[in-house]
C-alpha cells in the first residue's frame, strides 16, 4: 500500500555522495526533522527528469525556502555514484539534496515501485513528491502516468 497524508516517512538505507564519495545514512535522517519537500524520479539523466522535474526544483529552491521550507531532497533508484553525478552535471549545488536509493529498498517502503523493465529500467520510483514535517507526510502528489502535473515544483508551491 502506498503511504498516504499523515503516514511517517519509512527509515531505511539510504546513501548520499559526499566529497569523500558515497556516504551511508536513513531515510528518517534525511527526512525526518523540519519541513522538507521530497520528491522522487524514476531515473537519474532520463528526459523528462533531467530537463523538467529536478531543474524546476533547483530553479525554485530559494521560493521554497521563503515558504519554511528547511531542505528539498531528490530520491531516485540509482547508486550514489549516479545520483551525485547526475547532481553535479545538473549543477545543483547545496539546492538539492541527491538521494541515493539504489536497492529500492525506500521505493518499496513508501509503496511507491514503478515497473520499467518494459523499457530497460528494472524497478524503479513512481514519479511524485511531497511535503514532510517532522518525519510525517502532509501533502503527497504521485503523478497518474508520463508527464509532470502532480510532483512539480510548481504544484509543491502552490501546496505550501
Known amino acids: 500500500m502506498a503511504i498516504a497524508i499523515g503516514d511517517p516517512v519509512p527509515d531505511v538505507k539510504v546513501f548520499t555522495f559526499g ?3 558515497p556516504e551511508a545514512t536513513t531515510s528518517a535522517e534525511v527526512l525526518g526533522k523540519g519541513k522538507v519537500v521530497l520528491f522522487a524520479v524514476p ?3 532520463t528526459p ?6 529536478l531543474p524546476g526544483f533547483v530553479m525554485r529552491s530559494e521560493e521554497l525556502k521563503a ?5 528539498v531532497v531528490c530520491v531516485s533508484v540509482n547508486d550514489p555514484f549516479v545520483m551525485g553525478a547526475w547532481g553535479r552535471d545538473q549543477q545543483v549545488g547545496q539546492s538539492v539534496v541527491m538521494l541515493a536509493d ?3 529498498e525506500f521505493t518499496a517502503a513508501m509503496g ?3 515497473d ?4 530497460g ?3 524503479r520510483s513512481q514519479r511524485y513528491a511531497a511535503i514532510i514535517n517532522d518525519g510525517i507526510v502532509t501533502w503527497l502528489g504521485v503523478e497518474p502516468g508520463p508527464g509532470l502535473n502532480a510532483s512539480s515544483a510548481e504544484e509543491v508551491l502552490a501546496a505550501l
Do not use: M, Q, R
Not at 48 to 53: E, L, P, R
Not at 116 to 119: D, H, I, P, R, Y
Open 43 to 45: 531515473g537519474a539523466f
Open 112 to 114: 511507491l515501485p514503478l
Open 19 to 21: 566529497e569523500s564519495g
Open 102 to 104: 539504489g536497492n529500492g
Open 116 to 119: 520499467g523493465s518494459g523499457v
Open 121 to 123: 529500467l528494472g524497478s
Open 48 to 53: 523528462t527528469c533531467s530537463d523538467h522535474h
Open 67 to 71: 515558504k519554511g521550507v528547511d531542505k
